[in-house]
């Protein structure tokens, strides 16, 4: 079993080229749970969720900051049962709260997900 803080942690460890600073926020609700710096040079969000089945519970705290923050903010989701990163953007968030992980993500697995966002 996974939880949030142990795919973050899967998620860094396999991702040697990326820095990330956790982001600890109780005075900005909904902030993602990652500020990450990529070897481009570009700074980008990454909110961490794992769940038992194809539904995602999100704030609307978070929704409004997805909504807010479309661009190079990152929704990156896995199972309890297996740990199969699936990414999504920022600016998917209000069809994935709808449709779940039935929404086609724009990478899937450790390494299409690395490689989607060495591209940031």
Known sequence: MI????????FKKNTPDFW???LENSAALGTPDALVYGKSGHFFT????V???????FSPHQISFHVRHPHNA??????????CP?????SQIRDLVTSGLMLEPV???LA???ERLEKV
């Open 46 to 49: 990454i909110e961490f969720k």
């Open 20 to 22: 990330f600073t956790r």
């Open 3 to 10: 939880n949030e803080a142990k795919f973050y942690q899967y």
């Open 74 to 83: 990152f929704i990156l989701v896995t199972t309890t049962a297996a740990c």
């Open 51 to 57: 769940t038992k089945r194809y539904k995602l519970r």
């Open 86 to 90: 699936i990414l999504y953007e920022g």
């Open 107 to 109: 990478a899937k697995g």
């Open 112 to 114: 299409a997900c690395i």
